[in-house]
Nanobody
Framework: EVHLVESGGGLVQAGGSLRLSCTGSGFTFERYAIGWFRQAPGKERELVSINSGYGDMFSAESVKGRFTWSRDNSKKMVYLQMNNLKPEDTAVYYC???????????????WGKGTLVTVSS
């Protein structure tokens, strides 16, 4: 059974930092492009950051320079370091995986249940 489990969310003041973690099991982790999406209240889910699997990074313009995606295949972990958080970053953050590479619009095969990030002003 496939599992993607996020952790690290919470309440933080504007300007603060959080690091989200995602661990995967039940699939061949290193064969998947794994990234982060988020959904704010009343808004559609959007891509936050993902590595294509071929070296290209895709990130939302609003997080560039503040959020950093990273991955450790030996630990089957993907991370999202979030710095200088803003109230508009408040959302449920999801980890998702797709087999092979990712390009904008690629459907994701697996999703975690999400972790809530709340940024207070």
């Amino acid at each position: 059974e496939v599992h993607l489990v996020e952790s690290g969310g919470g309440l933080v003041q504007a300007g603060g930092s959080l690091r989200l973690s995602c661990t995967g099991s039940g699939f061949t982790f290193e064969r998947y492009a794994i990234g982060w999406f988020r959904q704010a209240p009343g808004k559609e889910r959007e891509l936050v950051s993902i590595n294509s699997g071929y070296g290209d990074m895709f990130s939302a313009e609003s997080v560039k320079g503040r959020f950093t995606w990273s991955r450790d295949n030996s630990k089957k972990m993907v991370y999202l370091q979030m710095n200088n958080l803003k109230p508009e970053d408040t959302a449920v953050y999801y980890c998702a995986a797709t087999l092979g590479g990712y390009a904008p619009g690629t459907p994701m095969d697996y999703w975690g249940k999400g972790t809530l990030v709340t940024v207070s002003s």
